[in-house]
């Protein structure tokens, strides 16, 4: 619904479409770094630490791709203005 108000202004997407790439690339380089930072459970195991390092990498690449996408569609529709 929000998305749908920035059609109208190819500018203002493609600011939301570069904060999209910054927020994913501040995800990805969490998940890059997870191993070293994240809290070490008792008898937890790397299992867990593997999980939510994927979950991290997964959600940084689905924000990322919603970032390029919206830019793409920003630029279409400045050329088509």
């Given at each position: 619904?929000?998305?749908r108000?920035?059609?109208s202004n190819p500018a203002k997407m493609t600011s939301v479409?570069?904060?999209f790439i910054?927020?994913?690339l501040s995800l990805l380089t969490i998940g890059i770094a997870w191993p070293r930072f994240s809290p070490t459970l008792?008898?937890?195991g790397t299992d867990w630490n593997d999980?939510?390092?994927g979950v991290i990498f997964g959600i940084a690449i689905v924000i990322e791709?919603?970032?390029v996408?919206?830019?793409a569609s920003a630029a279409k529709r400045r050329k088509t203005l």
């Open positions: 619904m929000i998305l108000k920035l059609e479409a570069l904060a910054a927020i994913g008792p008898h937890a999980f939510f390092r791709i919603a970032g996408a919206i830019a």
